[in-house]
């Protein structure tokens, strides 16, 4: 049997986009004791503040400043994978690949652009559904 996710309600949604900005904040905070932590910091919030408009203001998303602003942290964020990812083919065949500093910045870039990845079609999926499913105003007649 196919996995369904048509069971999965804007509750639960909101419970996902909350936990993973949670893990982006610990990223940006984790940055406090590094030499240009604040240059990653600002990285790792970029996938945080999207999450955390996903979560609880999901209708921003349906608005075409909201959709500009998440396609430009998306590019910046490719590019960022494009250029901090490891040069060496086979990182991970080497003894302590986690120790070396270009594998630790491009899996972090990675795993942000991953964050945003999630988020872009579910946001634009739940915009749409509150766009569609506005109650209108009911108007009092005179």
């Known amino acids: 049997m196919p996995l ?8 639960h949604m909101t419970i996902i986009y909350a936990l993973l900005m949670l893990v982006m904040l610990a990223f940006a905070g984790l940055q406090y004791n590094d030499d240009d932590g604040v240059y990653w910091a600002i990285i790792y919030l970029v996938p ?3 999450l955390a408009i996903a979560a609880f203001s999901p209708r921003w998303y349906a608005t ?3 959709r500009i602003l998440l396609f430009l942290a ?8 494009y250029v901090y990812w490891p040069h060496n083919a086979d990182f991970w065949n080497t003894p302590k690949w986690w120790d070396a500093e270009p594998v630790r910045e491009g899996l972090g870039v990675a795993v942000a652009y991953l964050f945003t990845c999630i988020t872009i079609p579910l946001a634009f999926r739940r915009a749409e559904y509150w766009t569609k499913n506005k109650k209108p105003k009911k108007r009092k007649r005179k």
Do not use: Q
């Open 4 to 11: 369904r996710l048509t069971n999965i309600t804007d509750t």
């Open 48 to 50: 945080a503040v999207a």
């Open 64 to 66: 075409i400043v909201g």
């Open 74 to 81: 998306f590019i910046v964020l490719a590019s960022a994978v």
